[in-house]
């Protein structure tokens, strides 16, 4: 404390710069006059300083959901001591939460905000002030999402649904029924409408009262109209089928029919029949006159339902039908073996005549019709229509038909040209014409069959051409037929197409030989064209040592007979020429010989080569002629033919087999025995089938041993008859053979 002097009776006394108890002692001296005056005394206490904090910061405006946070400002005592910041618990609850000096809103209310500040060793705590932030209701807001049936219509007591869809942005809506809508109109369950047992409006009221965060939202509503239903008629009985006219309304028709609503169905008779008919209630009766009878139906509307369109059901009815029978039956015909058929036919009530004619749909030419009778002409279907005109009272008939098939003719086809026995053409340049004749005059068709060796032939302009390769050569005719034959079955005609033959003949003489006066012959003989040398040996058929060939040469050395045989090799164009021989006699010088052959000799044929290994056979034939010389008169003998097959490449192994054998008798050119054929000429046929082989492929000698009570010789040609096994006419070759 200070006391800082005056005047006069003034001072000023300062303090507060320390708590306690400030004594202020006033005292006066005395002068000359006064003595000094008593001491006077005076104290006070000195305190701590008040202080005071203050707001700075304006309270806010507070909408829940829509807050911020507060950071209240102030004006604080001069303690220096912070201003702590709480929320006071006259707050509403949960409205308001602090953390530090940050105030956050959560929800509506009152939120009480205390400031304190705490004093010190020269300031006292400074008074609580306060601040309060009101926190308001949010609004709430509504919105159909959902759009409400377009076109709804009375059900009939089946109710359609629609779904109500309403956002709010506050509590969840609640829905209900608005009392304005029309009654029954419909009803609400949830959120789902159920409408149609009524005609009206439908009007939905969606509502959010106020809550404890919200103000109560303003209603909004959604409207729709539900309209009367449309209703068809549909007539479920069926219209008479084939009415016709009766004379009077006599016949009867009950219709029935619906309404999709269930109302009555009203039925009348519609302007625009043409018939007469008329109805009561349900039933129609009509036949009086022919036309088209209409039924016209509908369905009044209601309160619920539109009037339904008027259905018509129409029927026609005809005049009486009348129909033709054919009385007469068809006949079966066969072209070129026609005759005339009458037709008969019985016909309807109209008493107009039947009458006949021939369909398009016949054959060309089939078939004529005159005066009720039909003549045939040519093969094929011949349609007979019959029809009956109408009058007034009856249809025309319908047409009938009766169908007479003229059948074909059956044809056959004949090859009236002869092949060649015997086929060969190394070059290739054979031709042959067929002719092929149609019993029924239509011309055939030629071809080369399918099983004939390839390349064997080929057929050009109806001539065919060998083409040089062996094998068998099938010509086949056909005739496809048309509408007047048949078509024929195919005839063939068959080639063998083998080698050419070679033909050995001797053309020097054979010499007159005596015995101890012989000379050397030397024979000559021609042969084919295969170029192969002509062989000549001794047969061993000759008389032994009686003769011997060196070269060519022949030379005689006893009595006998020397038999020489010429051969001749083929080769793939030729076959081997069958082996001839020539017999010369050798006589005793004192005897007077015959060259007559004797009784009981064996004469050698010669020899048949067979290389073509397409004849493969299932028999064999060889015929034989035999001329024995005995053509004027009668003779008699024994005679048997054999042949033996080459079985190995050297010749070593030969199969002989009898062909025939027995005795014969010829008187005047008649067969008398058994197992010869005789000639008019007196030539006997001796034959027999080779069956003891499966193949042709081989070399065979021939041998013919006869006997005959003249004692003459032979002549002897032999043909070979062969069957391939894959077919079954007969081939036919020859090999001449002279002996």
């Not at 008629?233 to 016709?244: H, K, M, R, Y």
């Not at 051969?567 to 030729?574: C, K, R, S, V």
């Not at 082996?579 to 004192?590: C, K, L, N």
């Not at 005897?591 to 299932?618: K, M, W, Y």
Request: glycine share 10%.
């Amino acid at each position: 404390m200070a006391v800082s002097g005056g005047s006069g009776s003034s001072y000023s006394v300062h303090f507060g710069a320390v708590l306690g108890t400030c004594v202020i002692d006033v005292n006066q001296s005395g002068d000359v006059d006064y003595d000094a005056a008593p001491e006077l005394q005076q104290s006070f206490a000195v305190g701590a300083s008040a202080q005071a904090v203050n707001f700075t910061s304006s309270a806010p405006t507070e909408t829940y959901r829509a807050t911020s946070s507060y950071t209240p400002t102030f004006v604080a005592g001069g303690s220096g001591n912070p201003v702590v910041v709480t929320i006071d618990a006259s707050s509403s609850s949960g409205t308001c939460t602090v953390v530090g000096d940050v105030v956050s809103f959560s929800s509506p209310g009152s939120c009480v905000i205390d400031a304190n500040q705490a004093g010190s060793t020269d300031y006292l705590a400074a008074s609580q002030v306060q601040q309060i932030v009101t926190v308001n209701k949010a609004p709430q807001v509504l919105a159909f999402t959902s759009t409400p049936p377009a076109g709804a219509t009375y059900r009939s007591g089946a109710g359609s649904t629609y779904a109500v869809v309403v956002t709010s942005s506050g509590d969840s809506p609640t829905l209900s029924i608005d009392s304005s809508s029309s009654t029954g109109a419909c009803t609400l369950s949830g959120n789902t409408v159920t409408y149609g047992s009524a005609v009206g409006t439908c009007t939905i009221d969606a509502n959010s009262p106020a809550s404890a965060h919200y103000d109560a939202a303003t209603q909004i509503q959604q409207s729709f109209i539900i309209t009367k239903a449309a209703q068809s008629v549909t007539i479920t009985s069926d219209a008479p089928a084939g009415a016709t006219v009766s004379g009077s309304n006599s016949e009867h028709y009950s219709v029935t029919a619906v309404a999709s609503s269930g109302l009555a169905v009203t039925m009348v008779i519609s302007s625009s029949s043409t018939e007469g008919c008329t109805i009561s209630g349900a039933t129609v009766s009509y036949g009086t006159h022919e036309g088209t009878c209409v039924i016209a139906t509908s369905a009044n509307g209601n309160a619920d339902y539109l009037a339904a369109p008027q259905v018509e059901q129409s029927f026609g009815v005809g005049s009486q039908a009348q129909s033709i029978n054919f009385t007469s039956s068809p006949p079966s015909e066969t072209y070129g073996s026609t005759s005339a058929y009458t037709l008969a036919a019985t016909g309807g009530g109209s008493g107009n005549p039947v009458t006949y004619s021939v369909d398009s749909a016949s054959g060309t030419d089939v078939c004529t019709i005159s005066g009720g009778v039909v003549h045939f002409v040519a093969g094929g279907h011949c349609v007979i229509d019959a029809n009956e005109s109408g009058n007034d009272d009856y249809l025309a008939a319908s047409q009938v038909q009766q169908v007479v098939t003229v059948a074909a003719a059956a044809q056959r086809l004949t090859f009236v040209s002869n092949p060649p026995l015997s086929v060969f053409s190394p070059l290739g340049n054979v031709r042959y014409s067929p002719v092929v004749t149609a019993s029924s005059g239509l011309e055939p068709a030629l071809s080369i069959g399918t099983t004939s060796t390839p390349l064997a032939c080929s057929l050009d302009s109806g001539v065919v051409r060998y083409g040089g390769v062996l094998g068998i050569c099938v010509i086949d005719a056909k005739q496809g037929g048309n509408a007047d034959y048949l078509p024929a079955a195919t005839a063939t005609q068959d080639l063998v197409i083998g080698v050419a033959p070679q033909v050995l003949s001797f053309t020097s003489t054979a010499p007159t030989e005596v015995a101890g006066a012989t000379t050397p012959y030397a024979p000559a003989v021609v042969g084919g064209s295969s170029g192969e040398p002509i062989t000549l040996s001794v047969s061993p058929s000759s008389s032994p040592g009686t003769c011997s060939l060196s070269g060519t040469t022949v030379d005689f050395s006893d009595v006998g007979t020397c038999v020489i045989t010429a051969d001749q090799a083929g080769n793939t164009d030729y076959g081997a020429a069958v082996p001839v021989e020539q017999s010369i006699a050798v006589s005793s010088s004192d005897v007077n010989s015959s060259a007559v052959i004797p009784p009981d000799s064996t004469l050698q044929l010669g020899q048949l080569d067979i290389s073509t290994s397409v004849f493969h056979a299932r028999s064999v034939r060889l015929v034989v002629p035999v001329s024995l010389g005995c053509a004027s008169g009668a003779c008699s003998g024994r005679a048997r033919l054999s042949v033996a097959r080459h079985a190995g490449p050297h010749g070593q192994l030969w199969r002989h087999v009898t062909i025939a054998a027995g005795h014969f008798s010829i008187i005047k050119g008649r067969e008398v025995s058994t197992g010869f054929r005789v000639t008019p000429v007196g030539k006997a046929i001796l034959a027999r089938n080779l069956a003891f082989w499966s193949a042709l492929v081989g070399r065979y000698h021939l041998t013919l041993s006869t006997s005959t009570s003249l004692g003459k010789a032979v002549n002897v040609p032999v043909y070979i008859y062969w069957v391939p096994a894959n077919h079954s006419t007969h081939r036919k070759s020859h090999a001449p053979a002279r002996g």
